[in-house]
């Protein structure tokens, strides 16, 4: 058993060891240089070792690292206040992860219900495909058996409700239901946009029964599909937004927001976080949000998204039978392909390009959001290559 590996076995992990990333790079130990369109998951949102972010990060390192929640943290103060001056929040909980954003979330728009004299009121709508995290409550949020299995009974209070189904979500509203929790685009479901009159119908739902609408942009949000959140583009505004991976740009960390009315049920002694807005995290928070509010910075995000979606339509219409459809919005893209998303991976990766598999046979191509047109442009050079060398396989 000696030799045994020491973690558990819980990932399908690519037989890859990176030692350091420049921008939108990353070197392998044997000197190989990878273009990295997988950004950690939507995570690395500035790329690798952004001066900004490290500088940030060093300066804090020298002073204190850790206080716990018993004191107050000004990092959060200002990075909290930052956040309700560009959203539509008043109120912000800074976590380590957008799993337990989610799990504040559920609890916020739970407690909010039971405040008001309702604790009945704690059933929750989500949407087949969705995916919301690897806790108890998230794995049953999203519903998807694979999570699910093994874990014993799933969490009471979600109900799914087919995707896109406005009639389907008006029939699971009951006399129990507390909030409608959902991805603006869903990520890991395949790259799948919420149609923007269905998030207004939505918000008029919850307006109409009293219920809180719950956005995960845990993956959309802080500029990925060139807006600083992805619920924008529908004109909706949420009562409650889980955040994370971009926020920290490869720092763990994560923020649940809310309405001032929303968040009522949060009181002193309801909710908590040993590690939640340390003073690493929110210094580098500060520092992606020094960057992403940046005059011009979404434009560019929306600029080169422009270029990597024509030439991914592109190549589309080259090799219809690798590629059955380009999804997504801004520099949060997917391949929905016609061949197994593991041979397209493959694939890809073999031409030095990394990218992350997802649901519904979909490849998800997530720069970071401080690509140039030229990089994106490589990467497709470096797809089309992978896709003539499978096209060239199947004809054989």
Known sequence: ?????????????????????????????????????????????????????????????????????????????????????????DKVFFTNSGAEALECAIKTARRYHFAKGHPGKFHIITFEGAFHGRTLATIAAGGQEKYLEG?????????????????????????????????PVQGEGGIRPV?????????????????????????????????LFAHEWSGVTPDIMAVAKGIGGGFPLGACLATNEAAAGMVAGTHGSTYGGNPLAMAVGNAVLDVVLEEGFLNHVRDV????????????????????????????LGIKARIPTAELLKAVRAEKLLAVPAGDNVLRLLPPLTVTAEEAREGLARIERAAEKLSAAKAA
């Open 1 to 89: 058993m000696a030799d045994a590996a020491p973690l558990y076995e819980t990932y399908m992990r690519a037989p890859l060891r990176f030692t350091r990333g420049e921008g939108v790079w990353l070197i392998a130990e044997d000197g190989e240089r990878y273009l990295d369109f997988a950004a950690g998951v939507a995570v690395n949102s500035l790329g690798h070792a952004h001066p900004h972010l490290v500088a940030a990060l060093k300066d804090q390192a020298d002073k204190v690292w850790h206080l716990s929640n018993l004191y107050e943290v000004p990092g959060q103060e200002s990075l909290g206040r930052r956040l309700t001056e560009a959203t539509f929040a």
């Open 195 to 227: 149609p923007k009159e269905f998030m207004q119908e939505l918000r008029q739902l919850c307006d109409e029964y009293g219920l809180l609408l719950v956005l995960d942009e845990v993956q959309s949000g802080v500029g990925r599909t060139g807006r």
């Open 305 to 332: 998204a422009l270029v990597f979606r024509q030439g991914l339509a592109a190549l589309k219409d080259r090799f219809p039978e690798i590629i059955e459809d380009i999804r997504g919005e801004g520099l949060m």
């Open 151 to 183: 874990f014993g009974p799933k969490a009471p209070g979600f109900l799914q409700v087919p995707f896109g189904d406005i009639t389907a979500v008006k029939d699971a509203i009951t006399e129990e239901t507390a909030a409608i929790l959902i991805e």
